[in-house]
């Protein structure tokens, strides 16, 4: 017997039983971003190597250790999209959408990192993102996250998820504490775990976000980045903070918050979670005025968030959240003996016209009577409609209820989506 081939480590399958909980999650944020006037914009999965280099930084965990890079047959250095800001900002840049014009859009699908696979972290996965290019003002850094907390107030889990706010300033004022950070850390390099003594001339701000204890414990007497802003950016942030008050969105500021990504400026965010121990982040983005220049676009103010799917269906299931999902199918369509089928699959048909949204399955397979139902009730449906000699001659359907004790009815066929209508 030939060897069973399996699924590479840290790319799974979603399966029939999982995907109604995956569908209900991708219409609430398709429904939730087209509320707010977003369009979708969807790019290819593989991409030139020097974009995430150029975008991420090369001092990132993502492109030193993550990303899944290959030559072509042309020798060319390719890249498995490890996020989707990167992609997005090179597509506008390639079909000029966004010079002198505000974009507002959207994107969802699968990404790519080499990571240690465990629960909600996986090396195929799938995320959600909103990019907004051409606003300047700290209205659209509040929209986004406006827009960010309905989806948690459609989903059910507004009181299991928390916003933590700050700002980086601008380049000049984050170049100024990059060096006070670099000096600080210069006189306790001996505290300094292997990677922040790698990243504290590369990428100081990176030490900030240490999960080593002592680090963390150092950078309580560290210097604090606000300290170094001026009056735009603390107007910026001020007005954000007002403006969430004003529509009664809760934060917290976490000075120590600084996103792992090298091109966010002013406005970072996450929304956390405490239901999920140490997946906490559930979505996270900020402001990027600089990228759209940094790869070959002309100057753009920027905005966005992501979000990885694998977390947020985690956490429903955490929450048990899903337990309200309709089943994946309605009505089951059964006939009893070979006269009957044609028209067991044309009044299937019918039904299917007559009620868009309803979930009709035939029977196929052929197979006596208890086959039929033992069929039908492992469907999931609620009813069982069943044509046999009798109902034909008559004109009419049985119907049988499988999740209800109700006796059966015959039900005639003219009447019958608007019996199922209000059934269903």
Known sequence: MAKQIQAIRGMNDILP???????????????????????????PIVESTDLFKRSIGEVTDIVEKEMYTFEDRNGDSLTLR?????????????????YNQ????????????????????????????VEVYGIPTADIDAEVLMLSAKLWEKLGITEHVTLELNTLGDTEERAAYRDALIAFLEQHKEVLDEDSQRRMYSNPLRVLDSKNADVQALLADAPVLMDYFGEDTRSHFSHLCELLEAVGIQYTINPRLVRGLDYYNRTVFEWVTSSLGSQGTVLAGGRYDGLVGQ??????????FAMGLERIVLLLQTLELDKDIGPAVDVYVTAMGDNCRVEAIKIAQELRASLPTAKVMSHCGGGNFKKQMKRADKSGACVALVIGEDELANNQVAVKHLREDKAQELVARDALATYIAELI
């Open 17 to 43: 039983t999982q995907s109604p909980l995956w569908q209900k999650l991708e219409t609430v944020l398709r429904d939730t971003v087209g509320s707010y006037g977003y369009s979708e914009i969807r790019t």
């Open 82 to 98: 490890p996020e989707g800001t990167a992609s997005t900002v090179r597509a506008g840049n390639e079909h000029g959408l966004l």
């Open 102 to 129: 505000e974009q507002r859009l959207w994107y969802m699908g699968p990404m790519f990192r080499h990571e240690r696979p465990q629960k909600g972290r996986y090396r195929q996965f799938h995320q959600f993102g």
């Open 295 to 304: 790869l070959g676009g002309k100057p753009t103010p920027a905005v966005g």
